[in-house]
């Protein structure tokens, strides 16, 4: 099938590849000439697994190709519309602008029959009303809503062999018209048994926004457990265990730290407060101003136990910042938990060095101001405390002995909880961690 992917960033270049991956024929359009030069150059402008390997091939194949010129579009039957979503500047709610201006962009180039698959997280009843202005702008042009639920990290693989499969589509034949197109794009996934919701447009937005406002009550409810461990004694890494081992809970995201950030998780479930006051339901998701705050309150801890571990205060102390990723895996800097910390902690007068495999550039590019060094033998370098944010497989593998041999202070406070107490302790390390013994 012949698509164009409007929005080439963490998840539209992704879905571009993979779509060429799959036999498809592909145009990714973006409005950012360096990101575009960049793809064209077949170099992923950001970090993420095995996306290197797509795009060479889909690049190799002549099946794919990038353009920042909107009128190259045309002539796909299928368009996917990828743009940013954020959160508003100075409030709660998700900024349509961008998606507002790539549907105004793409209207004149559509001919009656193509598909447009919004594919960007949105508040409820965008699709309705984008639908409505595209009845008069494109008329003939059919819109579904496709949500994504691909992790940065595993990004490629999400995308080939999705978990499940949601397609928000209007009622009658142009409902069977985008049904029928999407399974064209989606046969592979589909003939290999993926599950496909095939429902309005109001459930496929509500899908998108509840699976994460459900992830992150997830991690804040294991969070909300490690605070109690920590008054208690009790170790909540055991207790996830124990809890997990129950199949109608599931032992995954419940991994208690430093908490979740990232491009989605956090602006998603204030857009959806946002959403759901307009609606006159603020009351049913007021509970996810709780989990908004146990998840920056877990920041917060880190610093504080810095502070106390330092002796009651952190200035002009040397600290070395292990992650600036939200998450490992990513170079996705957006509202992380690992970069908030370090920021914080400079601004209490800490002397931080700031380390991460991946992340450096985008965290230098938003905050100059931090020291980062190149690697974490750097950053340890006579540090008075060592804090890991980002469970970076590498500073898991850190041997506590060698690491003492680099720093001035034996301090490690583990955010995230992944390192192995007992060796760190046994190694002369003051360790603690959020919620463990
Ligand atoms: N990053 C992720 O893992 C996932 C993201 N999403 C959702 O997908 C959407 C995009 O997210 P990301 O890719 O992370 O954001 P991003 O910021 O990495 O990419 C957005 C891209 O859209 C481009 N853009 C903005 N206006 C445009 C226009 N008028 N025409 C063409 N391009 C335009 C920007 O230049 C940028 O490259 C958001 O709604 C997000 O919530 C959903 C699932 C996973
Ligand atoms: O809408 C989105 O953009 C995506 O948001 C999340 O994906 P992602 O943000 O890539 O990362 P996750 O793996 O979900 O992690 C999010 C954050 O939660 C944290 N986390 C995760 C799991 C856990 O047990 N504990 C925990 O603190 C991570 O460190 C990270 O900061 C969802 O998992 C995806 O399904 C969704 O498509």
Redesign the pocket.
């Known amino acids: 099938m012949k698509i164009s992917v409007i929005g080439c960033g963490?998840?539209g270049a992704v879905h571009a590849a993979a779509m060429a991956e799959l036999g498809h024929e592909v145009v990714g359009i973006d409005v950012d000439t360096a990101k575009i030069e960049s793809l064209s150059a077949g170099i992923p402008p950001f970090f993420e697994p095995g996306l290197p390997e797509i795009l060479a091939t889909a690049m190799a194949s002549g099946r794919l190709r990038f353009s920042t010129d909107i009128a190259d579009a045309a002539g796909a039957t299928v368009h996917f519309v990828a743009v940013g979503t954020p959160q508003q500047y100075g409030g709660n709610a998700a900024d349509l602008r961008f998606v507002d201006a790539a549907f105004e962009a793409l209207a004149p180039h559509l001919t009656p029959g193509d598909v447009v698959v919004g594919k960007s997280?949105v508040p409820v009843g965008t699709a309705a009303r984008l639908s409505e202005t595209l009845a008069s702008t494109a008329p003939g042009a059919i819109l579904a809503w496709n949500p994504?639920?691909?992790?940065?990290?595993f990004?490629v693989a999400?995308t080939i062999k999705p978990d499940r499969l949601v397609y928000g589509v209007p009622d009658g034949e142009p409902g069977a018209r985008a049904t029928s197109a999407l399974d064209r794009v989606y046969a592979s996934a589909i003939e290999g048994g993926t599950p496909l919701v095939v429902t309005d447009y109001a459930t496929a937005e509500l899908v998108?926004v509840s699976?994460?406002a459900f992830?992150?009550t997830?991690?804040s409810f294991?969070?909300a457990m490690a605070e109690i461990a920590e008054v208690t004694g009790a170790d909540v890494t055991a207790l996830a265990d124990a809890i997990g081992y129950d199949s109608r809970i599931g032992r995954?995201?419940?991994?208690?730290?430093?908490?979740?950030?990232?491009?989605?998780?956090p602006k998603?479930i204030r857009a959806f407060i946002a959403r759901a006051e307009e609606l006159g339901r603020g009351e049913s998701v007021v509970f996810l101003k709780e989990v908004d705050q146990i998840n920056l309150r877990r920041r917060q801890r880190v610093i504080d136990l810095l502070v106390e571990l330092l002796g009651g205060q952190v200035n002009g102390k040397r600290i070395a910042v292990l992650g600036l990723a939200?998450?490992?895996h990513?170079d996705?800097v957006r509202d992380?938990?690992a970069l908030d910390v370090a920021v914080q902690l400079r601004g209490l007068g800490a002397k931080v060095i700031a380390t991460d495999p991946h992340a450096i550039a985008n965290a230098r590019r938003t905050h100059p101001q931090l020291t980062y060094a190149d690697d974490a033998n750097t950053a340890l370098h006579d540090a008075d405390a060592v804090v890991l944010v980002?469970?970076w497989p590498e500073y898991k593998a850190l041997d506590p002995v060698q690491t003492a041999g680099r720093v001035r202070g034996q301090i490690i406070v583990d955010g995230?909880n992944s390192l192995d107490a007992a060796a760190w302790r046994s190694a002369g390390w003051t360790y603690r961690s959020l919620g463990r013994r």
Not at 148 to 153: D, K, P
């Open positions: 963490y998840l997280t994504e639920f691909l992790r940065e990290g990004a999400d998108k699976a994460n992830l992150a997830k991690i294991i969070n995954r995201f419940l991994n208690a730290g430093v908490g979740f950030g990232g491009g989605c998780l998603d939200f998450k490992p990513s996705d992380s938990p980002t469970e995230r």
